[in-house]
């Protein structure tokens, strides 16, 4: 039976056992065009066994760091570390590259290039083509194995890529928009992938506009803003860093919080405010006004990480 795309059904082939990844950091990088400093300074950390989202506008400098990690762009300062030490191009060998170019060729046939990237990387074409045909398995296009890349729609395609970045079971992944354009049983089939190589220790580095992807999906999170970084660390420590906010629902207008000491109203709309008590003194006397005037609900509030990125870039 042909499987039909996309959306088609994912079989489930097991792993192999396994493999260690380790520590990349980026240190310092700094990158010109010209006179213009696009990537000035960057410092980051990818753990091993996490996924990193790495955000920012269009134009952040993504992508150029991208490449400096991987070294198709040489940087003008800094330093890319894997595991603590500089990183060279043995090592990157073992990475498992997505580039914003993409780089597989339209006419050829899937299986063909795989099986040819893979001897890249330095694998036996027969290892390569059993691994390309367990993965184009995995991601239900089994079938389309002998047909040109260019023949298959574009969320197709995008999977075949991600594909072409795992073959050579990578030590950490460096993956650039890999989501763009997936249906969400796309997204969720590759995310289950993602997550067997992370369970292995490999840390994966991936860019994206989707911030409701990156809240439901990373570890840490590194934001760019014109080529610096305006925050970076795990989500949680993040999170946790962000002054508490809460939710004040009362049956009557919530405008009296306003002039409470030690109170800041980030929004207020009728019965509801968004508050920012300096400490737990103003939250207990607060608490106590709201208490007189009706309140219905006080709840404090998890910032998602759309609202840490506008914030970071604010
Ligand atoms: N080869 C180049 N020559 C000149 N300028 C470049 C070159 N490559 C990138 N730039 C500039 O560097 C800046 C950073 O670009 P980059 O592609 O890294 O951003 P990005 O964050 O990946 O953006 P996007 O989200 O749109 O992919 C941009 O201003 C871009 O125009």
């Known amino acids: 039976m042909r499987l039909k795309e996309p959306g088609a059904a994912y079989s489930s082939v097991h792993y192999s056992p396994p493999r260690a990844g380790g520590t990349l950091e980026a240190l310092d990088l700094t990158r010109r065009f010209g006179d213009r400093t696009v990537v000035d300074e960057v410092s980051f950390r990818v753990e091993p066994g996490q996924m990193t989202g790495f955000v920012g506008a269009n134009g952040a400098g993504k992508t150029t760091i991208m490449r400096m990690i991987m070294g198709v762009l040489n940087q003008h300062g800094g330093t890319v570390l894997w595991n603590g030490r500089p990183i060279d191009a043995r090592a990157r060998s073992r990475f498992g590259y997505m580039p914003e170019e993409r780089g597989l060729y339209p006419k050829q046939r899937i299986a063909d290039q795989l099986g040819y990237l893979g001897q890249l990387h330095g694998m036996e074409r027969s290892r390569a083509l059993t691994e390309a045909h367990r993965l184009?398995?995995?991601?239900?296009?089994?079938?389309?194995?002998?047909?040109?890349?260019?023949t298959l729609s574009l969320g197709n395609q995008q999977r075949v890529q991600v594909a072409a970045a795992l073959l050579h079971d990578p030590v950490a992944l460096v993956l650039d928009e890999p989501f763009s354009g997936l249906d969400p049983t796309?997204?969720?089939?590759?995310?289950?992938?993602?997550?067997?190589?992370?369970?292995?220790?490999?840390?994966?580095?991936?860019?994206?506009?989707q911030l409701d992807l990156i809240d439901r999906l990373c570890d840490a999170l590194v934001v760019l803003d014109s080529g610096t970084v305006r925050l970076a660390g795990p989500v949680e420590q993040l999170r946790?860093?962000?002054?508490?906010?809460?939710?004040?629902?009362?049956?009557?207008?919530?405008?009296w919080t306003r002039g409470q000491p030690g109170v800041e109203v980030v929004d207020l709309?009728?019965?509801?405010?968004?508050v920012t008590p300096a400490d737990a003194e103003a939250r207990n006397q607060l608490t106590r006004q709201a208490a007189d005037r009706g309140m219905v609900e006080f709840a404090r509030l998890r910032p998602s990480l759309g609202?840490?990125?506008?914030?970071?870039?604010?």
Request: hydrophobic content about 40%.
């Open 136 to 150: 184009l398995d995995r991601f239900g296009l089994g079938e389309r194995a002998k047909d040109r890349l260019e």
């Open 186 to 209: 796309a997204v969720d089939a590759m995310v289950g992938l993602l997550r067997e190589y992370m369970a292995r220790g490999v840390p994966v580095l991936f860019s994206s506009h």
């Open 240 to 255: 946790g860093a962000r002054p508490e906010q809460y939710r004040l629902v009362c049956t009557a207008d919530a405008g």
């Open 269 to 274: 709309d009728g019965n509801t405010a968004i």
């Open 307 to 314: 609202d840490l990125y506008r914030e970071a870039i604010s």
